[in-house]
């Protein structure tokens, strides 16, 4: 897993509530086996017309969202089916960062054990945020989990909570694997005294 420090990113303003995770990935590109591949198939049904084409009007589609690296949103983001495949797919399309003023217990979960953080503002932040996103082209946010902020180059700063276990896994780049890896030592030397 790829380490986070901190990530100055351009936002794309999703202003929708309630997305869930069969919008974020829809479940006939959940065959793969590998983590990754997804990001082609991120928000599917709503990126794409019904001949195929792309929906210009969709956020993700418009010329300005592209290289976009942070993705605000709306309360209760991820909800739905518990499928690890969303974070996938929005890693794998380029976010690493998710400002939202809700998310889904789980999917919250899975965008740490991915690599991805997910910032939970009060809905006037967010309100805020969105307001900005709209005046400014080229709307940029630097999230700093260093220091523990949220800030644009307009005067917004918002500290931000992640509990400290999580914070430390994300700094270090330490997934599941990662973490058990720290103990290489105890675990090879347990092993090696119970041959």
């Not at 900005?132 to 080229?138: C, D």
């Not at 644009?152 to 992640?162: M, P, S, T």
């Amino acid at each position: 897993m790829k380490p986070f420090t901190t990530l100055t990113g351009l936002v794309v303003a999703m202003d929708r509530a309630n997305v869930d995770t069969d919008q974020i990935i829809p479940k006939q590109f959940l065959k793969r086996i590998e983590r990754t591949g997804f990001g082609e198939f991120l928000f599917w049904d709503w990126r794409k017309k019904e001949d195929g084409t792309e929906d210009p009007d969709f956020e993700l589609n418009r010329p300005e969202a592209k290289g976009a690296s942070i993705l605000l949103a709306r309360r209760n983001f991820g909800s739905g089916s518990s499928r690890e495949h969303a974070p996938w797919a929005l890693d794998d399309y380029g976010f690493r960062v998710i400002v939202a003023p809700s998310f889904a217990d789980i999917f919250y979960n899975n965008c740490f054990k991915n690599g991805m953080l997910p910032i939970i503002l009060s809905e006037d932040q967010v309100e805020e945020l969105f307001q900005r996103a709209a005046k400014h082209p080229g709307y940029q946010l630097k999230a700093d989990l260093e220091k523990l902020t949220l800030s644009d180059d307009h005067g917004f700063v918002a500290k931000i909570e992640v509990d400290p276990f999580r914070r430390h896994c994300l700094l270090n780049g330490l997934d599941d694997i990662g973490l058990t890896l720290e103990h290489e030592a105890k675990i090879s030397a347990y092993e090696a005294s119970h041959a």
